[in-house]
């Protein structure tokens, strides 16, 4: 599959089948993310596997959403800023957001490649997940990634357009500038004495 099929084949599944996804395929795919940028190529990110009944569903409740425990399995990305912002002072927390977004990108299109499904959480009780998972305080929970496959076939949303979205050279311009010039004249030789 060309990636821009993988890009637009992707969506957000929150209806999964109880049919489990190989974890070589989820291993696969955290290993490209982990092949990502990263700020002065110092990877902070950590990956934590959820693959237990009971886990998943006390996760999805203390996400408050219950979809979450049809999933057969739990990516929770999560970071460990310390290092960076030692590094970079504020600015480390920053490249820490960007690294752990560009890697649940990465994430989530390898397993759409593989034809496996996935949801990005952003929305959780961050102590009450911690403390259930037993991620030590100082480390940042980025994001849940439920994985499985599709129970029924939904549509992908419709996506912004793309130039409600795009600017070129400065914030208030939205048409790209021509190279041409708006007077056809002024493409005219100088004329010479």
């Known amino acids: 599959?060309?990636?821009?099929?993988?890009a637009y084949e992707r969506k957000s599944v929150k209806r999964f089948k109880k049919k489990k996804p190989s974890w070589k395929d989820?291993?696969?795919?955290?290993?490209?993310?982990?092949?990502?940028p990263y700020a002065g190529n110092n990877?902070?990110?950590r990956y934590l596997i959820v693959e237990n009944d009971k886990t998943?569903?006390?996760?999805?409740?203390?996400?408050?959403?219950?979809w979450i425990k049809e999933s057969s399995l739990l990516i929770v990305?999560?970071?460990?800023d310390a290092y960076l912002e030692d590094l970079y002072g504020d600015r480390g927390r920053v490249y820490s957001r960007q690294q752990a977004g560009a890697?649940?990108?990465?994430?989530?299109?390898?397993?759409t490649e593989k034809g496996v499904d996935s949801c990005w959480v952003g929305s959780y009780d961050d102590e009450k997940v911690r403390a259930k998972l037993q991620?030590?305080?100082h480390i940042q929970i980025e994001?849940?990634?439920?994985?499985?496959f599709e129970a029924g076939k939904s549509s992908k949303p419709h996506k912004k357009d793309l130039d409600k979205s795009f600017y070129w050279e400065s914030w208030d311009t939205k048409k790209r500038p021509t190279m041409f010039k708006e007077h056809p004249e002024d493409y005219r030789p100088a004329e010479t004495g």
């Open 56 to 66: 998943i569903d006390r996760v999805a409740k203390l996400c408050e959403q219950t």
């Open 135 to 137: 991620i030590p305080g």
């Open 26 to 36: 989820v291993v696969n795919a955290v290993d490209l993310a982990n092949q990502g």
């Open 1 to 6: 599959m060309k990636f821009e099929d993988i």
């Open 143 to 148: 994001a849940i990634i439920p994985v499985g």
């Open 103 to 111: 890697a649940i990108q990465t994430i989530m299109l390898s397993l």
């Open 77 to 80: 990305v999560c970071s460990d």
């Open 43 to 45: 990877n902070n990110l």
